[in-house]
C-alpha cells in the first residue's frame, strides 16, 4: 500500500491565527489603542509593492490600521532613517515592516538596525536576534516561527525529536536552528559546503529545508514516516513550488507542508501578532520610564 503523508494545511491554520488575532486586536480597540502596522516602501519593485497591497488586505480583514510610507527611488539615505525615527516615534505606530530589496545606494543593514525593536515586526533587529539566543523576550523572525507554528497546531512535538535543518540563511535557517534548540530538539544545520546531505537528511525525525532550489530534496533523502517542512519558495514556469519534490515525498513522509499552501501562508498573520506583542513591550517600556 502506498503511504500519503499527512498534508499540513497552511491556509487553515491562518485563519485560525486571523481569528485570535481578531479578538487580541478588540481587547486593545477597547482600550483606546488601535493597532497600526506601517509599511516602508522605497522604490518601484513590484514584488514589494503587490506584498503591500496584500498586507493591507490582511491587516484591515483582522481590524489592524494599515499605513503606508513611500519613498521614491532617489530618495538619500539620510531621508530613509529619518523617516523611520519618524514612525519610531510615532505612538499610533506600532509596528514598521522595511520591504526589500532597498535602492542600491542605501544601506540595507543601517536602515534596518535603526528600527526600534519593540516595533520590528519582522524580528530582524539584531537585539531581536540576540535574544533568540537566549530564548527571550523579543520578536521572533515570521518565517521560523511559521515553520514551528503549523508544527505545534498539527499536534507534532519537537522536543527530543532529531531536526534537520537545510539552509543557514540569516531569514529562515538560522534562526530557526536556535528556536528549534529551545524547543528541546538535537539540531543538525546543513548548507552548502555540507558534505553527503542526504546523509543528514535521512537521519531527520523533522526536516525543515529552507534553501530556494525546487525538488532539491528528493523521496530517497527523507526516512519514512519524517515530518517535512519546506519553507523554500521559487518560482518554475510561473509556478511557485518549494525545495521539496513533494509529489514523491509524501509517499515516504508521515506529514508534510506544501507549497503553496503551507509556510508561506502563516508568515503574514504571525507579523501580524508580532506587531500586537511589540504592543505590549512598548507599553512595558513607557512603565519603565513611568516608574523610573
Ligand atoms: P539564503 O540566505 O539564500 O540561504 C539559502 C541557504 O541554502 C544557504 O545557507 C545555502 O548554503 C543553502 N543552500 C543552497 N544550496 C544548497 C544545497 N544544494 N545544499 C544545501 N544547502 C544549500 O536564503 P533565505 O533568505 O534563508 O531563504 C531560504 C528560502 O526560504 C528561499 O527559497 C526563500 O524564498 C524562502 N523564504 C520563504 C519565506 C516564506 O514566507 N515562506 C520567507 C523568507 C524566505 P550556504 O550558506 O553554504 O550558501
Same mark, same amino acid.
Given at each position: 500500500?502506498?503511504?500519503?503523508?499527512?498534508?499540513?494545511?497552511?491556509?487553515?491554520?491562518?485563519?485560525?491565527?486571523?481569528?485570535?488575532?481578531? /479578538? #487580541?486586536?478588540?481587547?486593545?480597540?477597547?482600550?483606546?489603542?488601535?493597532?497600526? /502596522?506601517?509599511? /516602508?516602501?522605497?522604490?518601484?519593485?513590484?514584488?514589494?509593492?503587490?506584498?503591500?497591497?496584500?498586507?493591507?488586505?490582511?491587516?484591515?480583514?483582522?481590524?489592524?490600521?494599515? !499605513?503606508?510610507?513611500?519613498?521614491? *527611488? #532617489? %530618495?538619500?539615505?539620510?531621508?530613509?532613517?529619518?523617516?523611520?525615527?519618524?514612525?519610531? !516615534?510615532?505612538?499610533?505606530?506600532?509596528?514598521?515592516?522595511? =520591504?526589500?530589496?532597498?535602492?542600491? !545606494?542605501?544601506?540595507?543593514?543601517?536602515?534596518?538596525? *535603526?528600527?526600534?525593536?519593540?516595533?520590528?515586526?519582522?524580528?530582524?533587529?539584531?537585539?531581536?536576534?540576540?535574544?533568540?539566543?537566549?530564548?527571550?523576550?523579543?520578536?521572533?523572525?515570521? +518565517?521560523?516561527?511559521?515553520?514551528?507554528?503549523?508544527?505545534?497546531? *498539527?499536534?507534532?512535538?519537537?522536543?527530543?525529536?532529531?531536526?534537520?535543518?537545510?539552509?543557514?540563511?540569516?531569514?529562515?535557517?538560522?534562526?530557526?536552528?536556535?528556536?528549534? =534548540? @529551545?524547543?528541546?530538539?538535537?539540531?543538525?544545520?546543513?548548507? +552548502?559546503?555540507?558534505?553527503?546531505?542526504?546523509?543528514?537528511?535521512?537521519?531527520?525525525?523533522?526536516?525543515? +529545508?529552507?534553501?530556494?532550489?525546487?525538488?532539491?530534496?528528493?523521496?530517497?533523502? %527523507?526516512?519514512?514516516?519524517?515530518?517535512?517542512?519546506?519553507?523554500?519558495?521559487? #518560482?518554475?514556469?510561473?509556478?511557485?513550488?518549494?525545495?521539496?519534490?513533494?509529489?514523491?515525498?509524501?509517499?515516504?513522509?508521515?506529514?508534510?507542508?506544501?507549497?503553496?499552501?503551507?509556510?508561506?501562508?502563516?508568515?503574514?498573520?504571525?507579523?501580524?501578532?508580532?506587531?500586537?506583542?511589540?504592543? @505590549?513591550?512598548?507599553?512595558?517600556?513607557?512603565?519603565?520610564?513611568?516608574?523610573?
Amino acid at each position: 500500500m502506498i503511504n500519503v503523508a499527512k498534508i499540513l494545511d497552511g491556509k487553515k491554520i491562518a485563519g485560525e491565527i486571523k481569528e485570535e488575532i481578531k /479578538l #487580541e486586536v478588540n481587547k486593545w480597540k477597547s482600550r483606546g489603542v488601535i493597532p497600526c /502596522l506601517s509599511v /516602508l516602501l522605497v522604490g518601484d519593485d513590484a514584488a514589494s509593492i503587490a506584498y503591500a497591497k496584500f498586507l493591507e488586505k490582511v491587516a484591515s480583514s483582522v481590524g489592524v490600521k494599515f !499605513h503606508l510610507e513611500q519613498l521614491n *527611488s #532617489e %530618495v538619500s539615505e539620510d531621508d530613509v532613517l529619518s523617516t523611520i525615527d519618524k514612525l519610531n !516615534h510615532n505612538k499610533e505606530i506600532h509596528g514598521i515592516l522595511l =520591504l526589500l530589496p532597498l535602492p542600491k !545606494h542605501i544601506d540595507k543593514q543601517r536602515v534596518m538596525d *535603526s528600527v526600534l525593536p519593540a516595533k520590528d515586526v519582522d524580528g530582524v533587529h539584531p537585539i531581536n536576534r540576540g535574544y533568540i539566543l537566549s530564548n527571550g523576550q523579543c520578536i521572533y523572525p515570521a +518565517t521560523p516561527l511559521s515553520c514551528l507554528e503549523i508544527l505545534k497546531r *498539527s499536534g507534532i512535538e519537537l522536543a527530543g525529536k532529531h531536526a534537520v535543518i537545510v539552509g543557514r540563511g540569516e531569514t529562515v535557517g538560522k534562526p530557526l536552528l536556535y528556536m528549534a =534548540l @529551545s524547543q528541546n530538539a538535537t539540531v543538525t544545520v546543513c548548507h +552548502t559546503r555540507t558534505p553527503d546531505l542526504s546523509y543528514h537528511t535521512r537521519q531527520a525525525d523533522v526536516l525543515f +529545508t529552507a534553501v530556494g532550489k525546487p525538488g532539491l530534496i528528493t523521496r530517497d533523502m %527523507v526516512k519514512e514516516g519524517a515530518v517535512v517542512v519546506d519553507a523554500g519558495i521559487s #518560482e518554475v514556469d510561473g509556478k511557485i513550488c518549494g525545495d521539496v519534490d513533494f509529489d514523491a515525498v509524501k509517499e515516504a513522509a508521515g506529514a508534510i507542508t506544501p507549497v503553496p499552501g503551507g509556510v508561506g501562508s502563516l508568515t503574514t498573520v504571525l507579523m501580524l501578532k508580532n506587531l500586537l506583542k511589540g504592543i @505590549s513591550m512598548q507599553e512595558s517600556l513607557v512603565n519603565i520610564k513611568v516608574n523610573n
